[in-house]
């Protein structure tokens, strides 16, 4: 049975008890003498102790005492195998709760000191009598209760205090895991970039480590030093200053090293000598691309005052991660976004290089539909999205033979069907290659028309993607005032008279009127060229 829940069973039985307070007590009479042993039972029986155990010497008592429970010990002090104040020791060690009552004669003063050295709790001398034995042991009776409430608040408290270590150590894993999980939903890659990304990242290292001040720094190659992309807790003035050699302070030795470094004092540390650390604390952690350094995150000063800790080490280190995870994934989508629309750029002048007459069109289409959309209010996202699918809304005349692409003629109407499937076939070129359901939508439904008797899916009104409707006023306005091998470009003044007579059948009247408005702002008008 555990030890404190014998002591409370104890202390229930005793407080149950009724009649003498020794009645429920049991006692161990340790003696080698059989006559002194039958003597000290009867009279112990007679003042009502409830259990009366025997042993004949030390060792034998130990044995008792190790198979069953004892309430009070009484012992002889001269016995073979063991003493009493050698069973008096090994009695305190072992069950410290048991008050032990030495027998003896004639005590010396050194046996007297040495037995209450060793913890006797009182003495009872031979020859015995009943009146000198009783108060003994009721005082013994009193203290066994004591220690045993002692030893039952002992255990309790210290129970106590591991379980309010053990919630502690819990409460700051799940802390931990909770901040771990935050870390991995604020920091998924593709989500954010570029200044927002390492905005994040500051962010976050703030919130994790509870830190005052926090400061992201990138690696620039052609100066070898760091230089700050984002922070927090720092003047402006500060950051923009801030320009640290590769190998020297704090963030160029971690960037040099490839290893994190936490100071928990900068006055224990090897730091303490320089002046410019005006800190108690700090984290320095690399962040890597392919195993090479290309920045570090640090982390000074607690909010609390406190030094930062390991576990703060932990979490700044899974941020340095996910956040070098992030930063090369951006680095790789700009690195293939930008590969790929130089691609489709390429194909997009080979197309119009096939004829003098369509040269740079999509980069006219494209900079007034920007400007039209500018003057609607669209967002900075809208514009980069309409600026990227306008230099590509014709690339599907890649599909169209040359001799009806350049035909120095009017079409006939099966070559006018063929030519209507480009905006379909350019729609097929770009879906493969990621590009956002609106960019892919501009391409499609460029040459849809107010009235639904457009192509290639006869859209009408606001079913017509806006960002489409704007394309199609740009680009019909450079084909009117382009120069045709079949006839003369019009002057910018009689195209835009054409588009307000075919607004609310052709074009929407709203993206004219904002046409309109550009036009007179940007008069006098970009020379046209080509064909559209």
């Known amino acids: 049975m555990d030890a404190a829940l014998k002591a409370s069973a104890d202390l229930r039985t005793w407080a149950e008890a009724e009649g003498s307070p020794l009645g429920e007590v049991s006692a161990l009479l340790v003696d080698d003498d059989l006559l002194t042993r039958e003597t000290l039972r009867d009279i112990l029986l ?50 410290p709760t048991v008050p032990v009552l030495v027998l003896t004669g004639y005590p010396t003063i050194e046996t007297a000191v040495d037995a209450m050295r060793r913890g006797a709790s009182d003495f009872i001398m031979k020859p015995f009598r009943l009146d000198q034995i009783e108060l003994p042991l009721q005082r013994a009776a009193r203290e066994r209760r004591l220690l045993l409430e002692n030893s039952l608040l002992s255990k309790e408290l210290s129970h106590k205090r591991q379980i309010e270590r053990l919630n502690k150590h819990l409460h700051r894993k799940l802390e931990e895991l909770s901040k771990l999980y935050a870390i991995s939903e604020s920091i998924q890659p593709g989500k954010l970039e570029g200044d927002d990304l390492f905005e994040r990242i500051v962010e976050m290292a703030a919130s994790v480590t509870e830190a005052r001040r926090v400061s992201l720094m990138l690696l620039d190659e052609e100066s070898n030093r760091l230089v700050i992309k984002a922070a927090r807790g720092m003047d402006q003035d500060v950051r923009q200053e801030v ?36 800190t108690g604390s ?126 120095p003629a009017h079409l006939t109407e099966e070559e006018m069907s063929i030519i209507r499937t480009h905006p379909i076939i350019g729609e097929r070129i770009v879906k493969p290659l990621g590009l956002l359901p609106l960019e892919r939508s501009v391409i499609r439904h460029h040459h849809e028309r107010w009235d639904g008797t ?79």
């Open 243 to 278: 320009s640290v050699p590769l190998g020297e302070g704090v963030s160029g030795k971690v960037a040099m090293s490839g290893e994190p470094l936490m100071v928990t004092d900068i006055r224990e540390s090897s730091l303490a000598g320089s002046g410019s650390y005006r």
């Open 454 to 532: 457009g192509y290639p899916d006869g859209l009408e009104g606001k079913k017509i993607p806006l960002p489409a409707r704007i394309l199609a006023v740009a680009d019909g306005f450079d084909a009117m005032t382009s120069d045709r091998v079949y006839r003369r470009g019009r002057p910018s003044g009689e195209a835009l008279s054409e588009i307000e007579r075919l607004a609310g059948t052709q074009f929407d009247r709203e993206v004219v009127a904002a046409f309109k408005e550009v036009l007179e702002e940007a008069r006098p008008a970009p020379d046209p060229r080509g064909r559209g």
């Open 46 to 95: 007679h003042l009502g102790i409830g259990r009366v155990h025997e042993a004949c010497n030390g060792q034998e008592a130990i044995r008792v005492l190790e198979q069953m429970d004892v309430d009070l010990l009484l012992t002889d002090i001269h016995m073979p195998v063991m003493d009493g104040l050698s069973l008096l020791q090994r009695v305190k060690e072992g069950w």
């Open 282 to 407: 700090l984290i320095s952690v690399p962040l890597r691309i392919g195993g090479n350094v290309f920045g570090v995150l640090n982390v000074t000063d607690k909010l609390s005052g406190d030094s930062f800790r390991n576990e703060d080490l932990t979490l700044l280190k899974a941020l340095a991660q996910k956040a070098s995870l992030a930063l090369e994934n951006q680095a790789l989508y700009e690195s293939i976004y930008t590969t790929l629309t130089d691609t489709l750029l390429s194909l997009v002048t080979t197309i119009e290089a096939r004829d003098p007459y369509t040269r740079d069109h999509s980069q006219r289409v494209t900079q007034w539909a920007v400007r039209i959309a500018q003057r609607m209010g669209l967002s900075q996202e809208e514009l980069d999205m309409l600026r990227f699918a306008g230099y590509l809304h014709d690339i599907g005349k890649i599909g169209i033979r040359d001799s009806i692409l350049m035909k």
